[in-house]
């Protein structure tokens, strides 16, 4: 519980982290009249690699500037399993970020002060900050996926140059898998290309498959690799808590979207919404369960789940019979369930029975 008053609240709070949750929380905490202190192990934010891409929604704290963006994108083209569904666009915006950048912004329109190459101990909860031993018990944990208790799952990508063939640069692609339940993607890096596959297979197979899928698609197979990049996702939705009295934010809190990976807006939200909870004397754990977008998580936890009992033919169904609106509101979390009903419930019996299973009617 939350007793104390907000004018007894020391002047500065710790964030662990210098990736989007704790430059999040950061922008939060300075807002509120508050000294964010950053703790971070490496030399630089941002150091997770990345796709980059971020969609375009009203509920980022702060606007993107145009300096940072690499690319602009409006559209988005849907395979599954190789077979196009369709190419959206119009009613769709994101961009792809020079992410270090971002953050770097961000951090300028704040009071801050950052150490880096200085770790903080989880397990004693004490960090070592310019030769002084401080005990780290007021703030935010955004420590990142290594702290996450819950389900993961591999991403490797590479970021290709030299000749690209005709990729759409303000095009967005995804190529579902069926059978490793994730999916390959496309995405422009400013004159440059990232191609990358996320799913449930191991790191190995997963860049054997990526090869495969790069050596099949013309555009791709003469270019060179400018940077290989591999990690994980937190895919098994929240872990809210705290880690020596830090609340945990981003990935290490679960802030990921489960279907899609999109990590990036989800840990700034929620960075924003514990710094801003604590900076107030509010209970943060209260204010991000309030969040809609804890819900989509959740939302899409669930739906993951489904996924995996149906079958690779069954999971085919389903996403090729889902608007266009659909997928993009299922991707960026604003979904009902009632909608996929809505969706399914005209269909052929085939969908009613996919449907049947799912929810375990
Ligand atoms: C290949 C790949 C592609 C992706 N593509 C996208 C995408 O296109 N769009 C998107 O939205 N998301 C994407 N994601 C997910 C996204 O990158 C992450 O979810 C997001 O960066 C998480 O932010 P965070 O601040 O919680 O953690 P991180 O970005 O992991 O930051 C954690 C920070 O904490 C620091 N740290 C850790 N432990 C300590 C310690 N003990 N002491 C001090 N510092 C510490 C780390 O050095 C790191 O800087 C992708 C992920 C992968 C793997």
């Known amino acids: 519980m939350f007793n104390f008053e907000v004018s007894s609240l020391p002047d500065r709070f710790y964030i662990i982290g210098g990736g989007p949750g704790g430059v999040g929380a950061a922008y939060a905490i300075s807002k509120a009249g508050f000294k964010p202190v950053i703790i971070e192990v490496h030399d630089r934010l941002a150091v997770k690699p990345c796709g980059r891409g971020v969609p375009v929604t ?3 704290p702060f606007g993107i500037p145009k300096s940072i963006v690499l690319n602009k994108i409006s559209y988005v083209k849907l395979y599954v399993d190789r077979l196009k ?3 959206a666009g119009g009613w769709l915006n994101g961009f792809i970020i020079d992410k270090r950048e971002f953050l770097e912004h ?16 989880h397990k004693s909860g004490v960090a070592r900050l310019g030769g002084e031993t401080i005990d780290v018990r007021r703030g935010v944990f955004s420590g990142g996926f290594p702290y996450y208790e819950g389900e993961r799952i591999p991403v490797v990508q590479y970021i290709l140059g030299g000749s690209l063939g005709d ?4 095009t967005i692609e995804i190529y579902f898998d069926t059978e490793i ?7 422009p890096h400013g004159d440059n290309v990232e191609v990358g596959v996320g799913g449930f297979r191991d790191h190995n197979t997963l860049w054997k498959l990526l090869d495969k899928f790069i050596s099949k698609d013309s555009r791709l197979k003469n270019s060179i690799v400018v940077e290989r990049e ?9 872990r809210l808590g705290y880690i020596n009295g830090l609340v945990k934010v981003g990935e290490a809190a679960g802030y990921v979207l489960p279907l899609t990976g999109e990590g990036i807006r989800p840990s700034i939200i929620s960075g924003y919404i514990a710094g801003e909870a604590l900076a107030k004397g509010l209970d943060p754990i209260r204010e991000l369960r309030r969040l809609r977008l804890s819900e ?3 939302i899409q936890r669930r739906l993951l789940e489904w996924a995996k009992r149906l079958s690779v033919e069954e999971r085919r169904r389903l996403i090729s019979t889902l608007t266009p609106q659909a997928h993009a509101e299922i991707a960026l979390g604003y979904f009902r369930l009632h909608k996929l009903v809505q969706n399914l419930i005209f269909k052929p019996l085939t969908m009613v029975k996919i449907l049947t299973k799912i929810i375990g009617l």
């Open 106 to 121: 961000i951090l300028s329109e704040t009071r801050a002060d950052i150490y880096y190459r200085a770790r903080y101990n």
């Open 181 to 187: 339940l994730g999916y390959y993607y496309v995405f």
């Open 85 to 87: 569904l369709f190419k």
């Open 167 to 170: 990729v759409e640069m303000d």
């Open 230 to 238: 591999a990690a994980v996702v937190s895919i098994g939705g929240l």
């Open 58 to 60: 009203s509920d980022i």
């Open 296 to 298: 989509a998580i959740s």
